[in-house]
Nanobody, 124 residues
């Protein structure tokens, strides 16, 4: 059973930075796609970033140039570095993965396993 645990959320002022972590367990290796999504109150879940098994990355339009997704395969952990945060980015941030090693998608329907989420609050 694949398990994902996010950490690193918290409070930050507008323009500040946070780094989220997502530790995966339950698989023999880490070469699987990983994604970050977020959901603000009253809104649908939104794609933020994804990283493929080979290290290719993809970002939502609203975060390009400010957010960076990366992975440490030895630690089976994926990170989301978030810079220049905006108040409207206050949300619960979730990481996700699936068992389709060579897939690479921005759709939440492509992901089978989800973490419990970590709250990010950006004050104005």
């Amino acid at each position: 059973q694949v398990q994902l645990v996010e950490s690193g959320g918290g409070f930050v002022q507008a323009g500040g930075s946070l780094r989220l972590s997502c530790a995966a367990s339950g698989r023999s290796d880490s070469w699987y796609p990983m994604g970050w999504f977020r959901q603000a109150p009253g809104k649908e879940r939104e794609f933020v970033a994804a990283i493929s098994w080979s290290g290719s990355t993809n970002y939502g339009d609203s975060v390009k140039g400010r957010f960076t997704i990366s992975r440490d395969s030895a630690k089976n952990t994926v990170y989301l570095q978030m810079n220049s945060l905006k108040p409207e980015e206050t949300a619960i941030y979730y990481c996700a993965t699936n068992n389709a090693r060579y897939s690479f998608s921005s759709s939440e329907r492509a992901y089978d396993y989800w973490g419990q989420g970590t709250q990010v609050t950006v004050s104005s």
